[in-house]
Every structure is written in structure tokens, then in C-alpha cells.
């Protein structure tokens, strides 16, 4: 799946690259430095919460064009989601699920955290989400 993204005035495609199998030990690493633990878990954690269908699952590891990255439940099929605190109800794909959850992660660490690398990851992966054909749905739940 692509996006697009401006850089220099010129439109480019924000592409995503799965992790290969034997990479995915140092991808989280590279991303969020020492604090892959308790992001890894705190993903689990939130989807979870927001999704009585989730109950874990094999995750795949995407990087983005734009220095970006994202953790996607691998299912087919929909996820039923709600979200009490900004009353969002409603269905999405397990990788649009997934990528709101990331964004809604990354935003938390960014206050939380006080490091200006996961507001910039926040935005890179926001910038990817935008072109989603969920698109809305990722947005409505994160906002």
C-alpha cells in the first residue's frame, strides 16, 4: 500500500517494507530505542481495550519511506472497535485497527515521554494513515 507525501514541493509515494523474519528482533530497537518493551506492550495492550475481538496474534513489522514505522496485526478479516473516550464505535481492517493504535501509542509517548522523535514518528505515521483506505475511520477513532 502506498501514500503520498510532499517533499521539496513534489508529491511522493510513502511506501511501506515489511520486516523480514530475520530482522524483526532489532526492528522495534531501531524505532524506539529501549523503550521497544513497553511500546510493543502497550499496542497489545491498547487494542485490546479498544477491541473485545482481539485476543493476540501473530504481528508483521513495517517501515515507511518516509522514516516512519508501524506493528500490523496479521488477520484477515474486521475488528470490531469502540472507544469510550471519544465514543467511536464501529469496524475496521486489522491493519487500520493496528495503525491507529501505533498513532495513538506514539501520540501518548510523545507527552509522556518528553522525546520529539515519537512526535516526528507520530506525524510519519500519520502521514502514511491519511492515504488509508480507512483513512476516516483511523482518524475518527484517534481523535
Same mark, same amino acid.
Request: hydrophobic share 35%; aromatic share 16%.
Given at each position: 500500500?502506498?501514500?503520498?507525501?510532499?517533499?521539496?514541493?513534489?508529491?511522493?509515494?510513502?511506501?511501506?517494507?515489511?520486516?523480514?523474519?530475520?530482522?524483526?528482533?532489532?526492528?522495534?530497537?531501531?524505532?524506539? /530505542?529501549?523503550? %521497544?518493551?513497553?511500546?510493543?506492550?502497550?499496542?497489545?495492550?491498547?487494542?485490546? =481495550?479498544? +477491541?473485545?475481538? $482481539?485476543? *493476540?496474534?501473530?504481528?508483521?513489522?513495517?517501515?515507511?519511506?518516509? /522514516?516512519?514505522? %508501524?506493528?500490523?496485526?496479521?488477520?484477515?478479516?474486521?475488528?470490531?472497535?469502540? =472507544?469510550? +473516550?471519544?465514543? $467511536?464505535? *464501529?469496524?475496521?481492517?486489522?491493519?487500520?485497527?493496528?495503525?491507529?493504535?501505533?498513532? %495513538?501509542?506514539?501520540?501518548?509517548?510523545?507527552?509522556?515521554?518528553?522525546?520529539?522523535?515519537? +512526535?516526528?514518528?507520530?506525524?510519519?505515521?500519520?502521514?502514511?494513515?491519511?492515504?488509508?483506505?480507512?483513512?476516516?475511520?483511523?482518524?475518527?477513532?484517534?481523535?
Amino acid at each position: 500500500m502506498a501514500a503520498l507525501f510532499t517533499l521539496n514541493g513534489k508529491r511522493n509515494r510513502i511506501i511501506r517494507h515489511k520486516c523480514p523474519d530475520k530482522k524483526r528482533a532489532m526492528f522495534l530497537p531501531r524505532f524506539v /530505542g529501549n523503550k %521497544y518493551h513497553t511500546y510493543e506492550n502497550a499496542i497489545y495492550d491498547f487494542l485490546g =481495550q479498544i +477491541s473485545p475481538g $482481539y485476543n *493476540g496474534g501473530y504481528w508483521e513489522f513495517y517501515s515507511l519511506s518516509n /522514516g516512519g514505522f %508501524y506493528m500490523s496485526l496479521s488477520k484477515k478479516g474486521f475488528l470490531e472497535i469502540e =472507544q469510550p +473516550s471519544n465514543n $467511536y464505535k *464501529g469496524t475496521m481492517s486489522a491493519d487500520a485497527a493496528s495503525i491507529a493504535a501505533n498513532l %495513538y501509542i506514539l501520540g501518548h509517548f510523545a507527552i509522556t515521554v518528553h522525546e520529539k522523535w515519537f +512526535s516526528r514518528s507520530f506525524h510519519r505515521l500519520r502521514d502514511y494513515a491519511i492515504q488509508h483506505p480507512e483513512a476516516s475511520e483511523i482518524l475518527r477513532l484517534i481523535d
